[in-house]
């Protein structure tokens, strides 16, 4: 069964700095693009960031680019996004979800969230 | 970037009535489109992909259909649990996927 299980969430005040970690299992996590996408209270999905199966290619959308870092170790079947320079309109729940062999996002994490805020 | 757009915001349906939610791109994007399903506290889940094939246990009350920029996601028969906002994506060009704002489900 697949599993994806993300950590790291909280409370963080605003210029801060949080990682966020996705434990993945039941599947060959080291064949599969994996990705970040985010849900702000009470509104729609917004995708984050990609990475590549073996890390070599990286996306960031344009809200996130320079403050957000995408990465994974395969070795360890799991997926991370380090936050810096965090914003209020940063606030939203974040999903790991995993590429299906279709190309849609076949299994997503429970979500962690994260709230910054003074 | 491709922008997903999709109507109507709210859609009010009986249960057992038949519903009909639209997705339009703004460029085509082949059949490389997805709709997801999310309830209240939950993440999204998979229905349909490559614009109508659907996903692992999906009922088949669920489908797809269209091509290019306008699609379609039909459910047959609305039952209590599908109630619920439903999004399309594209990923027509990796890494460039995008998300539609979302069609609310809700009872009539």
């Known amino acids: 069964e697949v599993q994806l299980v993300e950590s790291g969430g909280g409370l963080v005040q605003p210029g801060g700095s949080l990682r966020l970690s996705c434990s993945a299992s039941?599947?060959?996590?080291?064949?599969?693009?994996m990705h970040w996408v985010r849900q702000a209270p009470g509104k729609g999905l917004e995708y984050v960031s990609a990475?590549?199966?073996?890390?070599?290619?990286?996306y960031y959308a344009d809200s996130v680019k320079g403050r957000f870092t995408i990465s994974r170790d395969n070795s360890k079947n799991t997926l991370y996004l380090q936050m810096s320079s965090l914003r209020a309109e940063d606030t939203a729940v974040y999903y790991c979800?995993?590429?299906?062999?279709?190309?849609?996002?076949?299994?997503w994490g429970q979500g962690t969230l994260v709230t910054v805020s003074s | 970037e491709i922008v997903m757009t999709q109507s109507p915001a709210t859609l009010s349906v009986s249960p057992g009535e038949r519903a009909t939610l639209s997705c339009r791109a703004s460029?085509?994007?082949?059949?490389?489109l997805a709709w997801y399903q999310q309830k209240p506290g939950q993440a999204p889940r998979l229905l349909i992909y490559?614009?109508?094939t659907r996903a692992t246990g999906i009922p088949a009350r669920f489908s797809g259909s269209g091509s290019g920029t306008e699609f379609t996601l039909t459910i047959s028969s609305l039952q209590s649990e599908d109630f619920a906002v439903y999004y399309c994506?594209?990923?027509?060009?990796?890494?460039?996927?995008?998300f539609g704002q979302g069609t609310k489900v809700e009872i009539k």
């Open positions: 979800v995993k590429v299906g062999d279709g190309g849609a996002f076949d299994y």
């Open positions: 994506q594209q990923y027509n060009n990796w890494p460039l996927w995008t």
């Open positions: 039941g599947f060959t996590f080291s064949s599969y693009a």
């Open positions: 460029q085509s994007v082949s059949s490389n």
């Open positions: 490559g614009a109508s």
């Open positions: 990475i590549s199966s073996n890390g070599g290619s990286t």
